[in-house]
């Protein structure tokens, strides 16, 4: 009997060692297991404040890549694959109400800033914001993203008023909450894009990040949104530019090729226009917009002083400023085809030179009373209306990748007789065809691109 | 010329081709994608749904408001369910990518429950107090009544549309940066259970096993709870629409299941689920 609870005893006592050693063990392991716990939540913490930092940066872009045919003879080659848009965006969420952007193109060959600015919401009333930096002007399809462009390419009057769409300068933006209405003042440099030669043909606008002039142009836009019930909404609005470039000449001629004045080396060439814009969307069958615009106003051209001979170089006679009165429009009709498809058509109008019609081309000139010291000017191609019939069809295999087909039928403003201005062209073959191209007909300049479009 | 007569062929028939693919006939399939706060109805709407109408297929997800609208907009939903209003910027990209301004249904009514740990004193709050707290001016709930204790901010993601109607209609301002962030409100329901010291909100149909705070529209004004009356009536002073937003206006499968939602069926299922219906 002793035995036996001899043996009972040192049995419990056995189970009761093991027991509290395994008690022990488990409580080791408890420990071990919070300290990796608080480990990782420590850890977490860390990488949750760098991913915050993080998500505050925020990059998108799109490439554009296209074939396309052109059916001018003079255009050699007359068919090519090239790289149109390979843009990236980032932006940065500095904090609340305080955004960068920078957007460069990354082009073969040529990478380019396109955008890059600040803007400062007011954090009061959420309705007014100031932007500085170089952005796109205030206007509507210069505003319209060219990743969703339904014609491929801007119209004729947008692309020369607004050449690269994008202008250095500040702008000061109300768009409350409440009301439908956009008001956008902007103070600009007014000379990106242009191209100002002097005598010996240097663009002397070649810095990209700086003013030729002390002038500023000021733009200003407004537009208000409607509701139409179910039927849809109309927006509306209107815009104007107003500005100057400094005369590099000692005259300025007038539009229609008349008036001469007399200016000073820089005294302001003044650039003024007015533009009105509807767009009309309508829920028809999966949805259809009407967009248009018309502008109208005096562009300006800068010319240069004359220059006089030194030794052995020649004298070179002046080139007087230019103030064309021009007038400009575009008209779209965009129809969705169910969820993927789209088709837009557009009509665009553009005249250069609304003093000088066609007939009047190559007839109407000027005539310096000194043409040692002032170029004469005759009217030309320049001052020639263009239209374009833009027909665009888009597949959207989702909303990252877009394929379009775009036909451009463009057609000129006609001059008054054959061989009153032509232009030589020459073939794939390198053969030379004098005046083969009359514009008393219309110059074919029909183009078809096939576009492809990545985005993210 | 005779190649390019061929190229304008090529051209007229993938023209054709595109078009044709246009109008190729739908199926019944439904993708709902958006508020947390309307997924659980959202989920509850297309079982009932597709029970009576087995050739429909509804696929519900949520994901926030805004996530909702995105995919409205990348168009990769039908319908977007959101807890607020959409956007001008968001009807600018509607307008871009679809040339329509979108259609706006409301289909339920909720009121922003505030929830409370069911220890916590306080049992009331005023707008300008919740603001206060959510901006992190009042910290500690002695100061407003409650005990010596840290408050501890529970909210959603910004891109929620709770986040965005509560920061407009309440806190008026920032969201003091210790407000912690969770992926919907069941989460937020969860964290204030947990925390004797925590505050959180969100739509009333989560608010189960936690001490729902009254409401109070100023100091002199009593306090208000989230119920069918006070929400229907307004007297709940934080009472908001749900929304279900579509491109264009609704045909064929999804016209009918809106239809259905809007019935007496459908918004029965509103009160079941815990909020509110439009009419």
């Given at each position: 009997?002793?035995?036996?609870?001899?043996?009972?005893?040192?049995?419990?006592?056995?189970?009761?060692?093991?027991?509290?050693?395994?008690?022990?063990?488990?409580?080791?392991?408890?420990?071990?297991?919070?300290?990796?716990?608080?480990?990782?939540?420590?850890?977490?913490?860390?990488?949750?404040?760098?991913?915050?930092?993080?998500?505050?940066?925020?990059?998108?872009?799109?490439?554009?890549?296209?074939?396309?045919?052109?059916?001018?003879?003079?255009?050699?080659?007359?068919?090519?694959?090239?790289?149109?848009?390979?843009?990236?965006?980032?932006?940065?969420?500095?904090?609340?109400?305080?955004?960068?952007?920078?957007?460069?193109?990354?082009?073969?060959?040529?990478?380019?800033?396109?955008?890059?600015?600040?803007?400062?919401?007011?954090?009061?009333?959420?309705?007014?914001?100031?932007?500085?930096?170089?952005?796109?002007?205030?206007?509507?399809?210069?505003?319209?993203?060219?990743?969703?462009?339904?014609?491929?390419?801007?119209?004729?009057?947008?692309?020369?008023?607004?050449?690269?769409?994008?202008?250095?300068?500040?702008?000061?933006?109300?768009?409350?909450?409440?009301?439908?209405?956009?008001?956008?003042?902007?103070?600009?440099?007014?000379?990106?894009?242009?191209?100002?030669?002097?005598?010996?043909?240097?663009?002397?606008?070649?810095?990209?990040?700086?003013?030729?002039?002390?002038?500023?142009?000021?733009?200003?836009?407004?537009?208000?949104?409607?509701?139409?019930?179910?039927?849809?909404?109309?927006?509306?609005?209107?815009?104007?530019?107003?500005?100057?470039?400094?005369?590099?000449?000692?005259?300025?001629?007038?539009?229609?090729?008349?008036?001469?004045?007399?200016?000073?080396?820089?005294?302001?060439?003044?650039?003024?226009?007015?533009?009105?814009?509807?767009?009309?969307?309508?829920?028809?069958?999966?949805?259809?917009?009407?967009?248009?615009?018309?502008?109208?106003?005096?562009?300006?051209?800068?010319?240069?002083?004359?220059?006089?001979?030194?030794?052995?170089?020649?004298?070179?006679?002046?080139?007087?400023?230019?103030?064309?009165?021009?007038?400009?429009?575009?008209?779209?009709?965009?129809?969705?085809?169910?969820?993927?498809?789209?088709?837009?058509?557009?009509?665009?109008?553009?005249?250069?030179?609304?003093?000088?019609?066609?007939?009047?081309?190559?007839?109407?000139?000027?005539?310096?009373?000194?043409?040692?010291?002032?170029?004469?000017?005759?009217?030309?191609?320049?001052?020639?209306?263009?239209?374009?019939?833009?027909?665009?069809?888009?597949?959207?295999?989702?909303?990252?990748?877009?394929?379009?087909?775009?036909?451009?039928?463009?057609?000129?403003?006609?001059?008054?007789?054959?061989?009153?201005?032509?232009?030589?062209?020459?073939?794939?073959?390198?053969?030379?065809?004098?005046?083969?191209?009359?514009?008393?007909?219309?110059?074919?300049?029909?183009?078809?691109?096939?576009?492809?479009?990545?985005?993210? | 010329?005779?190649?390019?007569?061929?190229?304008?062929?090529?051209?007229?028939?993938?023209?054709?081709?595109?078009?044709?693919?246009?109008?190729?006939?739908?199926?019944?399939?439904?993708?709902?994608?958006?508020?947390?706060?309307?997924?659980?109805?959202?989920?509850?709407?297309?079982?009932?749904?597709?029970?009576?109408?087995?050739?429909?297929?509804?696929?519900?997800?949520?994901?926030?408001?805004?996530?909702?609208?995105?995919?409205?907009?990348?168009?990769?939903?039908?319908?977007?369910?959101?807890?607020?209003?959409?956007?001008?910027?968001?009807?600018?990209?509607?307008?871009?990518?679809?040339?329509?301004?979108?259609?706006?249904?409301?289909?339920a009514k909720d009121g922003i429950t505030v929830y409370l740990h069911p220890s916590n004193k306080v049992k009331e709050l005023t707008i300008k107090q919740l603001s206060d707290i959510y901006k992190g001016t009042i910290k500690n709930w002695k100061e407003v009544g409650g005990a010596d204790a840290e408050i501890k901010l529970y909210g959603r993601e910004n891109s929620s549309g709770t986040y965005v109607f509560f920061q407009e209609n309440v806190v008026k301002g920032d969201y003091a940066p210790s407000c912690q962030t969770l992926p919907g409100t069941a989460a937020v329901v969860n964290a204030v259970k947990k925390d004797p010291a925590g505050i959180g909100y969100g739509g009333a149909a989560y608010a189960e096993g936690i001490e729902i705070c009254k409401v109070k529209k100023d100091a002199n004004s009593p306090g208000v709870l989230p119920t069918a009356e006070t929400i229907k009536s307004n007297e709940y002073p934080i009472t908001r629409y749900l929304y279900m937003y579509l491109k264009n206006k609704p045909t064929g499968a999804i016209k009918q299941y809106i239809d259905w939602i809007l019935s007496p069926e459908g918004q029965k299922l509103v009160v079941e689920v815990g909020y509110f219906p439009v009419k």
């Open positions: 009997m002793k035995r036996l609870s001899l043996i009972a005893l040192m049995l419990i006592s056995a189970f009761t060692f093991k027991a509290k050693a395994q008690e022990a063990t488990v409580k080791e392991q408890v420990t071990e297991v919070n300290e990796k716990v608080n480990g990782l939540i420590e850890r977490l913490a860390t990488d949750e404040a760098d991913l915050q930092k993080l998500a505050k940066i925020k990059v998108s872009g799109y490439m554009q890549a296209q074939w396309q045919y052109f059916e001018n003879p003079g255009v050699q080659p007359n068919n090519f694959v090239s790289l149109r848009r390979a843009r990236l965006k980032f932006t940065y969420e500095a904090a609340d109400g305080v955004k960068f952007l920078l957007q460069p193109d990354f082009l073969p060959g040529a990478v380019s800033l396109r955008e890059a600015y600040v803007v400062l919401n007011d954090r009061w009333t959420k309705s007014f914001s100031l932007w500085a930096g170089k952005f796109n002007r205030p206007n509507y399809e210069v505003e319209y993203s060219s990743s969703q462009l339904e014609n491929l390419e801007r119209s004729l009057v947008i692309r020369t008023l607004y050449p690269g769409e994008y202008a250095l300068g500040a702008k000061l933006e109300y768009k409350p909450s409440m009301i439908p209405i956009h008001i956008q003042l902007a103070l600009l440099n007014g000379n990106d894009g242009l191209t100002i030669n002097n005598s010996a043909g240097v663009n002397l606008n070649s810095n990209e990040n700086k003013d030729i002039d002390n002038y500023k142009d000021i733009m200003v836009r407004a537009t208000y949104n409607l509701k139409l019930g179910s039927f849809g909404g109309l927006d509306f609005g209107a815009h104007g530019y107003f500005g100057s470039l400094k005369s590099n000449a000692l005259n300025t001629l007038s539009s229609d090729y008349t008036t001469l004045k007399s200016v000073n080396i820089g005294d302001a060439v003044k650039r003024n226009w007015v533009g009105g814009e509807f767009q009309l969307f309508a829920d028809v069958l999966g949805g259809m917009s009407l967009k248009g615009e018309y502008i109208a106003g005096k562009n300006a051209s800068i010319g240069y002083a004359p220059v006089a001979a030194v030794g052995t170089t020649a004298a070179v006679p002046g080139v007087a400023n230019f103030q064309n009165n021009f007038a400009g429009y575009y008209l779209y009709f965009i129809k969705n085809l169910g969820k993927k498809n789209q088709f837009s058509f557009r009509y665009d109008y553009y005249d250069p030179n609304t003093d000088i019609s066609g007939k009047d081309v190559t007839i109407t000139k000027f005539t310096a009373p000194d043409a040692t010291t002032l170029k004469n000017k005759a009217s030309g191609k320049s001052d020639l209306a263009t239209s374009t019939f833009g027909f665009a069809l888009h597949h959207y295999f989702d909303d990252n990748l877009r394929i379009s087909l775009d036909y451009d039928i463009v057609q000129n403003e006609k001059v008054s007789a054959a061989g009153l201005l032509t232009e030589d062209y020459t073939k794939a073959d390198g053969t030379k065809v004098p005046a083969g191209l009359d514009y008393s007909k219309v110059v074919n300049n029909n183009v078809l691109t096939l576009r492809i479009q990545a985005k993210f | 010329m005779k190649t390019l007569n061929k190229n304008k062929f090529a051209v007229i028939a993938l023209l054709l081709g595109m078009i044709g693919l246009a109008f190729a006939p739908a199926t019944d399939k439904i993708i709902v994608k958006g508020s947390d706060t309307l997924v659980i109805l959202a989920q509850r709407w297309a079982e009932v749904y597709m029970k009576s109408h087995p050739e429909t297929a509804i696929q519900v997800t949520g994901g926030g408001s805004g996530v909702g609208i995105s995919a409205l907009i990348n168009g990769a939903t039908d319908i977007a369910n959101a807890s607020r209003k959409m956007k001008p910027s968001e009807k600018d990209k509607l307008k871009e990518r679809y040339n329509t301004l979108g259609v706006e249904v409301a289909c």
